[in-house]
């Protein structure tokens, strides 16, 4: 089997097979890339291997409880099958994870489930249901030694031994390879409604924002467009206003909504709210901010930027002054997307310089092959962290053949 | 000492005691360190009181650079350290060692800011629960995860055991309430990880080091993330003729797209003591009570509690009480949350903490019941069923040694069973010494071996909070 190793593209039917080949590359030392079904697939520093693991082909729901939450998945199964099987039941996953797909210049719906974990990407509802992680129950992997094992479980609660799910979530496949996923589940709303405000300047998009969720209300959602990614949307209220558009998003039963943002109103007053979108409206508009819509069909630098609230406009217009550069608010500013024009470092030495200055961390999202193989694509980490990583990563894969380099040099 | 074992201690560290303890009195000087045999006793168990073994010493540190020299001290001379929030760990996860230091950060109590903006605070470690909840009422905001211990219980041991509380079910545990860590790793160095920011950057280690049971490093300070206080909240009560039937109505509310804020359930035994104490006014003709409680504006809580009812209508209820003023609500929750100390009024208990699907709840309190039975112990049922997280109590006298030997055995089928049905050994409470054998019960030798390595990259020469976690003998071949 060596032979076939060593160069091609490998989708074994089984854990156990994928186990078999890990160890197999562990034993020759052969450095593997590995694969979900490939949607995320150009993000990262570039993997220097002739092979890829893939998970494409384990495939298929083993365990669905709605009265538990809970669901058990192989982590090849496509996102979208689970999205479609949970939404027959009226449920979701609560961390309405993002699709990078459009921006990646393919379509939606192609991630894997082992995918959205691995790379714990949420989006808008993270500020009240939190991040992937945070939904990932119980995870069976394979390590860099091709062998087998669990953590975690299949029940809401478990502080039985170390919690090794959060080290696997987020780890881009340098860790482990999941080969089934157990998450959270939770009850879809049943009524969502958006308020929007049009043309306010970032600071004061940011302030409203924090306003909204500094109250009971349980918004799901606070986003802020610059003017010319909203354009871009599709409802032509916000398309053709020619401006900025903020949005609240409230969830939950239909008087409780219809409460709720009654009293955000109220707060709101002093920033000239003027459209609110129902369920059927709310419903696509989010869906349009979970696909990056705003960023489809460029090429320009797309960057991914975590930072305080507080400190988001004035991180952007320190950007801003020296790169044309056009952003999105989420989180109420905790998360910026933020694309700039093509330059051979996509902006990178003023975003590392300001998130220095403002708190953070940054991770370059899309961008040339090139461009990524010459510059740090995640944030970079102090000696400390650094230390610590590669320590954690030698705990798993101490011949280092899982996506050499993916996230971090050596790493 | 009855089943578990401690590893011998090491005689060469033993002989060192008064050097180590000088060594460490000019290393910290203003840090309290406590030598003397009447000191070192308050330390010599935590809340699982069957145990208790006298430490090498005690020291209280303040700062986290005093942490990082005792620690770095320690590291140097490989004398094993016990870190120590208040003790009142249940699983013996403080229990000290004889030929261990006790390193306590219960002076570390400052609250170092609060900020309403970006909705979090920044505290010392050593704080308790409650207090970080009492700092950021101020500007009506709270922190989430409540155990039962929250009086007593620090941050530092919330976050060694990623604790969990009653209202769980909708804000989630410790590990996600939490967005920064200092952490002091055995070596001396202070690691800072994560900031007033969601998700922290490269690999989670505050998930990784959240629930590890302070075998990883020594955390001296966190950012929590605070929530706004809902508009109100109110507590229903719903009382069954059988567990069957009280397992049933909560898949049903949840079937129903209705997460509440908690939902509580109490066995026939446990609805008695708790109302003797508490005179919370459960009804006592019923053999299981939920205390199901949601939040709101007025209206949203009529609604929703309108809802429930008519969900619980259909598993035949014997009782449905809503709370009608905020003397009711306080009252039902006072019975709930002194239940652990009003069962100790009556007896000794060992408390387990086991979770199972929720599905399997009537078979599992059936069984605990046959089990319990068969060991000749009465048992209470008291616990967070919303997430399916067991804490049967078995009643025992601890006086008498082969009683806590058999209770411990009860205890350990009781653990079995959860995992025989798809749960686990623990929910919130944490493996501790109490749990480290039946390990091998939930995981496989490969498994537990991932886990191991994580250690050792932590700590290479097992110096932090040894014996405890993995069954002795797998750790000595580590």
């Known amino acids: ?9 490998h989708a074994p039917p089984s854990s156990g097979e994928i186990a078999d080949l890990l160890a197999e590359a562990a034993h020759a030392k052969i450095p593997v890339e590995v694969r979900g079904r490939g949607s995320k697939h150009e993000v990262g520093r570039l993997v220097q291997t002739g092979s890829v693991v893939s998970t494409e082909r384990l495939s298929g729901i083993s365990l669905y409880e709605p009265t538990e939450l809970v669901l058990s998945a192989a982590a090849g199964t496509p996102l979208a099958e689970i999205e479609g099987l949970l939404a027959e039941r009226g449920q979701q996953l609560a961390f309405e994870p993002v699709d990078l797909g459009p921006v990646l210049g393919s379509p939606p719906g192609q991630a894997s489930i082992g995918g959205v974990f691995a790379t714990n990407l949420a989006g808008s509802r993270r500020i009240l249901a ?24 299949r029940v809401m609660k478990n502080v039985t031994g170390y919690d090794l799910c959060k080290a696997v979530a987020g780890s881009w496949g340098t860790l482990a390879v999941m080969t089934e996923v157990t998450m959270k589940v939770l009850p879809q709303p049943a009524e969502t409604r958006t308020l929007l405000c049009f043309g306010l ?125 056009r952003a999105v608010y989420d989180w ?13 470092d996509a902006g990178a030495v003023e975003i590392r310089r300001a998130i220095a200055e403002f708190g953070g961390h940054a991770t370059l999202i899309r961008a040339e092959r090139a461009t990524r193989a010459s510059l740090d694509v995640f944030q970079p980490l102090d000696l400390a962290l650094a230390s610590l990583t590669a320590k954690l990563k030698a705990a798993f894969d101490p011949a280092g053949i899982l996506n050499p380099g993916r996230m971090y040099p050596g790493i | 000492m009855s089943l578990l074992t401690l590893p011998k201690p090491d005689e060469a560290i033993l002989a060192r005691r008064d050097e180590i303890v000088r060594q460490l009195k000019k290393l910290v000087p203003d840090a309290p360190l406590i030598a003397d045999q009447e000191g070192r006793r308050t330390y010599e168990t935590d809340a699982l009181t069957a145990y208790r073994c006298m430490p090498l010493a005690v020291v209280l540190p303040s700062s986290t650079e005093e942490v990082s020299k005792i620690l770095r001290y320690c590291h140097d001379n490989k004398i094993k350290v016990v870190p120590r ?19 306590g950060i219960s002076r570390m109590t400052r609250v170092l800011g609060i900020d309403e903006t970006n909705r979090c605070a920044r505290v010392e470690a050593g704080i308790t629960n409650i207090s970080i909840t009492a700092a950021a009422a101020v500007h009506g905001f709270f922190y989430a995860p409540d155990p039962s211990s929250q009086l007593a219980c620090t941050l530092a041991g919330n976050i060694a055991m ?103 359930f109490m066995d026939r035994p446990a609805i008695h003591v708790c109302e003797n104490f508490a005179g919370a006014g459960y009804p006592l003709d019923v053999e299981a009570l939920l205390i199901v409680e949601v939040a709101g504006s007025d209206d949203e809580i009529e609604i929703l509690l309108e809802n429930l009812t008519d969900i619980a209508e259909r598993y035949s209820p014997r009782t449905i009480r809503v709370s009608r003023s905020a003397e009711e609500s306080a009252a039902i929750w006072k019975g709930r949350k002194a239940a652990f100390g009003a069962m100790g009024q009556i007896s000794d208990y060992y408390c387990m903490d086991g979770v199972i699907p929720l599905s399997r709840l009537p078979e599992a309190l059936h069984r605990i019941g046959a089990i319990c039975k068969s060991y000749r112990f009465r048992v209470a049922n008291i616990f967070h069923a919303g997430d399916g997280n067991l804490h049967p109590l078995i009643l025992y006298n601890a006086n008498d040694r082969a009683e806590l030997e058999r209770a411990e055995l009860c205890g350990a089928e009781i653990l079995k069973l959860c995992v025989e049905l798809g749960g686990c050994l623990t929910g919130e409470h944490g493996v501790g010494i109490e749990k480290r054998e039946l390990m091998r019960v939930q995981f496989s030798a490969a498994d537990l071996a991932q886990q191991m390595r994580v250690k050792t990259a932590f700590d290479p020469d097992w110096l932090l909070n040894p014996a405890k976690v993995f069954p002795l003998e797998g750790r000595e071949r580590q």
């Open chain 1, 1 to 9: 089997m060596t032979g076939n190793l060593r160069l091609g593209f």
């Open chain 2, 162 to 264: 990623n604790s969990g509380g009653a209202h769980c079910l909708k804000y989630g545990v410790t590990t996600n309430n939490l967005l920064a860590l200092r952490v002091v790793l055995m070596n001396g160095d202070i690691v800072d990880i994560g900031g007033d920011y969601l998700d922290a950057p490269g690999y989670d280690f505050l998930g990784l080091i959240t629930g590890s049971e302070g075998q990883f490093g020594v955390v001296t300070e966190a950012t929590v993330r605070l929530l706004k206080s809902p508009e109100g909240a109110r507590p229903m009560l719903i009382g069954f003729d059988s567990s069957e039937a009280a397992g049933a109505c909560v898949a049903g509310i949840i079937a129903a797209g209705i997460i509440p804020m908690a939902i509580e």
């Open chain 1, 130 to 153: 939190g991040a992937a992680r945070d939904h990932l129950l119980g995870v069976h992997c394979v390590n860099g030694w091709g062998e087998s094992f669990k953590s975690g479980g």
């Open chain 1, 332 to 344: 109420s500013g905790g998360l910026i997307w933020l694309d700039t024009t093509l330059t051979s």
């Open chain 1, 201 to 325: 300047p970032d600071p004061t998009a940011v302030e409203a924002m924090c306003l909204c969720l500094g109250t009971p209300f349980e918004v799901s959602g606070t986003l802020h467009v610059q003017a010319p990614l909203a354009a871009r949307l599709s409802h032509p209220g916000i398309a053709g206003a020619g401006a900025a558009v903020t949005a609240i998003r409230v969830e939950s039963f239909p008087s409780s909504v219809r409460y709720r943002i009654g009293r955000l109103k109220d707060r709101l007053a002093a920033y000239s709210l003027s459209l609110e979108l129902d369920t059927d409206q709310s419903r696509v508009f989010w869906e349009e901010i979970r696909t990056l819509r705003m960023f489809a069909g460029s090429d320009r630098p797309l960057w991914r930027i975590s930072t305080a609230p507080s400190r988001a406009a004035k991180l952007v217009a320190i950007i801003a002054r020296t790169l044309d550069v």
């Open chain 2, 85 to 103: 929030g208040a003790g009142t760990s249940l699983c013996g996860g403080a229990l000290p060692l004889e030929d261990a230091i006790v390193l």
